[in-house]
């Protein structure tokens, strides 16, 4: 295999002398060419040459060839951020659930949701924008229950989720243990607007249907509280107080009438239970 020039004989097998040996070539041949009389090249005129020994035109290419082009593209960045922008919003559609699905998941109903919910409104006293999930034993009767302002986030059911799920590990142990679950977790929700479904109560519906799997409880009822009223989405049960506006009532108005536990004489079993009623 022969070179180029005169005192190339053979290619080495390195690369790199390889190239170097091209690059002498190229250089050599630059020298050495000369460019026929033509309109690009005018007596007591320099003609542009390149590394691959041809006269480049004055306007349409630049020396290694390649066409220039004014404007602007978008970036790589640009287009990923965008790509990932629809692929979340994308991703937060899927996790929402329509008041059909709701109805279809079949959730337990509530026997006195009025007093349910005027019991949550009279602890709390949520404003727009506060969460109030409590866990009900399996006579409707309040375990445990906790407050919270949601995020200023976009609504997203992974987000509620778990936040949910980080209340509910605050206030009352998981029930994974358990083959079937005993309790129940509702979800009563203060926000602007009126009693109509929305994504962002979608978004809430899947959260609370996913802590509760995860939490080993059965899923109840999910409470938009407006200025209208409060409205068990799902059921078409509501009522007009409490609302968002009103006034919490005593909260003594508001414990459900059930027949009282027995206390065993002795022990600190009589100590725990007392403590647990004054709570």
Known sequence: MHG???????????????????????????????????????????VPRCALT???????????????TFGFAPSAATSMSASSASADSANRLARMLEPAEWAEAGIPLLRSPREVVSGL??????TPATAVVAV????ERLTASASFARRSIAADGWEFRNALLGHLRRVIPHDLRRRTPVRTAVLLYCREGDERWTEEDGAWMWGLRDACTLHGLRCGAYITLTRS?????????????????????ALADTLLDHDPVPLRPGGGATQALRRTAAR
């Open 4 to 46: 180029v020039g005169r005192d190339i004989r053979v290619i080495p097998a390195d690369s790199r002398q390889l190239r170097q040996l091209l690059v002498a070539a190229c250089r050599y041949a630059s020298k050495n060419w000369t460019a026929p009389r033509t309109a690009l090249s005018r007596p007591g005129r320099a």
């Open 54 to 68: 041809r006269p480049c035109p004055h306007r349409g290419r630049v020396c290694e060839g390649r066409i220039v």
């Open 121 to 126: 409104h009279a602890r709390h006293r949520p």
């Open 136 to 139: 009900l034993d399996h006579e």
């Open 229 to 249: 009223g409060w409205q068990v989405l799902g059921e078409g049960r509501g009522g007009r107080r409490p609302s968002s506006t009103s006034q919490p009532s």
